[in-house]
């Protein structure tokens, strides 16, 4: 095996990667992983500890590892044989990763409160950004990989399918890889948790630097939910409403804590809304909103989730008892 694949694979065991080195190991495994529907974790931990130089693929006993055992022999025959031609793989992404990145080729997009902004990409996919967000994308994509930043915010993307060129999109936390998809990343600073959802295709997500966390695969009508401050992860079903209804103006919020419910409503109207009662924030709500003054949907809220409310400005809201 090719010495930079072995320096490479040994830095990843003794938990010494980068994260651009991290990166680029678990986007190669997603990408060949996304070839399996069933396979919804994938531990790289395993993968990585096999040596491909001590195993012989018609005799081996290898037994797959308990989170991953549904994938088939002939997948891991390839995994194995992949990983033995790792050093070529490895020159070739940790280039794509140099070239996907100049600093000066980056466009920055900041959209501002009230406003939803619709971007086509360098490739031909197209992205919609929430107000509030801040959003990093290369003038053009080079190399093997597409990689975009979600810095704060919100982002749909519809990403065109490109079987050599996977999509990454990197948020605070999370790496997330795609061929060609639909699904919604929601990563704002001053919220507590980081969603993604899927509403077509096949999305792979894993915690940037933590190597001992598996990455997971995500399906249509599928999200994560990752815990900013400690990092766990808590995978579940949406409704694909509620995945993109925001870009075409309507907020559909499902079983939804009102602090987001808030947070959502006062980027959307730039507006403050003040909370006198902390314990309103954590009850939860279902519900959809049309297009309409903010005074409306607070009439709405106001009797749904029984409070009180004043506007003394256009630009202010106090929630009361």
């Known amino acids: 095996m090719d010495s930079k694949a072995k320096i490479l694979l040994e830095k990843y065991k003794a938990g010494i990667c980068t994260p651009d080195e991290i990166a680029l190991l678990e986007s190669w495994y997603l990408k060949e992983a996304a070839k399996d529907i069933s396979a919804d974790a994938i531990n790289f931990?395993?993968?990585?500890?096999?040596?491909?130089?001590?195993?012989?693929?018609?005799?081996?006993?290898?037994?797959?590892?308990?989170?991953?055992?549904?994938?088939?022999l002939w997948q891991v025959a390839a995994s194995i044989a992949l990983i033995a031609c790792m050093g070529i793989f490895a020159y070739q992404y940790r280039n794509a990763f140099k070239n996907n990145q100049p600093q000066s080729n980056y466009v920055v997009n900041k959209t501002p409160k009230g406003a939803i902004q619709k971007i086509v990409l360098p490739d031909g996919s197209t992205v919609w950004v929430n107000a509030g967000s801040v959003f990093k994308y290369p003038g053009k994509f080079e190399g093997k990989l597409r990689t975009v930043e979600l810095v704060d915010g919100q982002v749909f993307f519809d990403i065109k399918h490109m079987a050599d060129h996977p999509f990454v999109v990197k948020t605070g936390k999370l790496n997330i890889t795609v061929l060609g998809t639909s699904f919604d990343v929601k990563s704002y600073k001053n919220e507590?948790?980081?969603?993604?959802?899927?509403?077509?295709?096949?999305?792979?997500?894993?915690?940037?630097?933590?190597?001992?966390?598996?990455?997971?695969?995500?399906?249509?009508?599928?999200?994560?939910?990752?815990?900013?401050?400690?990092?766990?992860?808590?995978?579940?079903?949406?409704?694909?409403?509620?995945?993109?209804?925001?870009?075409?103006?309507?907020?559909?919020?499902?079983?939804?804590?009102?602090?987001?419910?808030?947070?959502?409503?006062?980027?959307?109207?730039?507006?403050?809304?003040?909370?006198?009662?902390?314990?309103?924030?954590?009850?939860?709500?279902?519900?959809?909103?049309?297009?309409?003054?903010?005074?409306?949907?607070?009439?709405?809220?106001?009797?749904?989730?029984?409070?009180?409310?004043?506007?003394?400005?256009?630009?202010?809201?106090?929630?009361?008892?």
Do not use: C
């Open 45 to 72: 931990d395993k993968i990585i500890d096999l040596n491909p130089q001590d195993l012989d693929l018609n005799t081996s006993p290898f037994t797959p590892p308990a989170r991953v055992r549904h994938i088939k």
């Open 192 to 321: 507590k948790i980081t969603r993604v959802s899927v509403l077509t295709g096949k999305v792979g997500i894993s915690v940037r630097g933590a190597i001992n966390k598996p990455a997971i695969m995500l399906l249509p009508a599928q999200q994560i939910i990752l815990n900013n401050a400690t990092d766990d992860l808590v995978k579940g079903t949406t409704k694909a409403e509620a995945i993109d209804s925001w870009r075409k103006n309507v907020m559909v919020f499902d079983d939804e804590n009102l602090d987001l419910v808030f947070k959502a409503l006062e980027r959307k109207y730039n507006t403050k809304i003040n909370v006198e009662d902390p314990e309103l924030l954590d009850q939860h709500i279902s519900i959809k909103l049309n297009a309409q003054p903010l005074n409306n949907i607070l009439e709405v809220l106001s009797f749904t989730k029984h409070f009180k409310y004043e506007m003394p400005n256009d630009s202010t809201v106090i929630i009361k008892k």
